[in-house]
């Protein structure tokens, strides 16, 4: 499987992002911009700072949709424990300078966006497909191991994979 790249402007940036068909679910045209019915897992790089890699679990938040909310929770207590143990066993590849945990991961149900973690690279290359590659190849079977300890929950919700992101 091929991660899908895409771009967007922030307020702030220009944000470029990847992701798996299998990481973006909505239904009923939900999306992070009208902030209900949606379920996004994705890499991010900002514009401004192309060495900085961070992994986005998104959902509507909890006053707004308790039950996605309570999938992207799920989600991120799965990725946080396999990746604790990930990092027990010093298995970082070395190009990583940093790893940091989000600084906000305890408000994930008052937040869209929650930052699960973030990478620094050494050395990033030019071409952010190829900085996109370097975490997804140590991360995407957690990534994919924590999305599908999910999947019941997220197809109960009724979500569909969507290829596109808004």
Wanted: net charge neutral; glycine share 2%.
């Amino acid at each position: 499987m091929k991660l899908i790249h895409t771009e967007h402007s922030s307020r702030k940036d220009k944000n470029f992002l990847a992701y798996y068909l299998n990481w973006n679910y909505s239904k009923d045209n939900g999306n992070y911009s009208n902030g209900n019915n949606f379920l996004s897992v994705h890499w991010e790089i900002s514009d401004s700072n192309r060495n900085v890699i961070k992994l986005h679990v998104e959902a509507p938040i909890y006053i707004t949709n308790p039950a996605l909310n309570r999938i992207k929770q799920k989600i991120i207590i799965i990725l946080l424990s396999k990746i604790a143990k990930l990092n027990t066993c010093n298995t970082f590849d070395s190009s990583i300078d940093t790893f940091e945990l989000g600084s906000q991961i305890h408000l994930g149900d008052n937040n869209k966006s929650t930052t699960v973690f973030k990478i620094t690279l050494l050395s990033p290359n030019n071409d952010i497909e190829q900085n996109f590659s370097v975490v997804n190849n140590i991360f995407e079977k957690i990534i994919n191991d924590s999305i599908n300890k999910a999947k019941d929950l997220i197809t109960q919700e009724k979500l569909i994979a969507q290829e596109s992101f808004n």
